[in-house]
């Protein structure tokens, strides 16, 4: 494996190291990610639970979700929306987890199932921000 080559390695089940072309250790935080079986649901109860502020969606990058209750009243309003975390943000509390009533969070990248690696693109690209290309 050359050194332009990521690879990655769990400390903790939160990091993971990045070694870059310039021979430099990047250290980069996991990040929970929230799934399809959010799609269409969007109750926010993950929301409300978040210490920092970081689940957003369905529409807003920086909502956290006040536009599902407008969104709910039409018919179809939630269809193919879910809501996101930001992965820049999210400081790993596992808050969030326990709080889904359809199991659509999940406590890192690597947890991630493979039928469900869309959504991790998905949380990144939402928030403008780029998927490691581990997880593309
Ligand atoms: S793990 Fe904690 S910080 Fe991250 S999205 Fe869930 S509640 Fe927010
Ligand atoms: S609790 Fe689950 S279903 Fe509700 S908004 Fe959060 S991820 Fe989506």
């Known amino acids: 494996m050359g050194f332009s080559t990521y690879f990655s390695s769990r400390i903790d089940f ?10 430099q250790f990047k250290i980069l935080i996991m990040s929970y990610i929230i799934t ?6 969007c109750d926010t109860s993950c929301v409300d639970v978040c210490p920092v502020d970081c689940i957003h969606g369905p529409l807003k990058t920086d909502g956290s979700g006040s536009e599902v209750a407008e969104l709910k009243e039409k018919e179809d309003g939630l269809k193919g929306l879910q809501l996101f975390i930001d992965p820049e943000t999210c400081i790993v509390c596992g808050a969030c987890l326990p709080e889904c009533p359809v199991n659509a969070i999940y406590g890192s ?3 991630v199932p493979e039928e469900e690696r869309a959504s991790i693109r998905k949380n990144y690209e939402f928030f403008g921000q780029t998927c490691p290309p581990e997880y593309m």
């Open 109 to 111: 990248e690597d947890e």
């Open 14 to 23: 939160l990091i993971r190291i990045k070694l870059t072309k310039f021979n």
């Open 36 to 41: 399809s079986p959010c799609i269409g649901v």
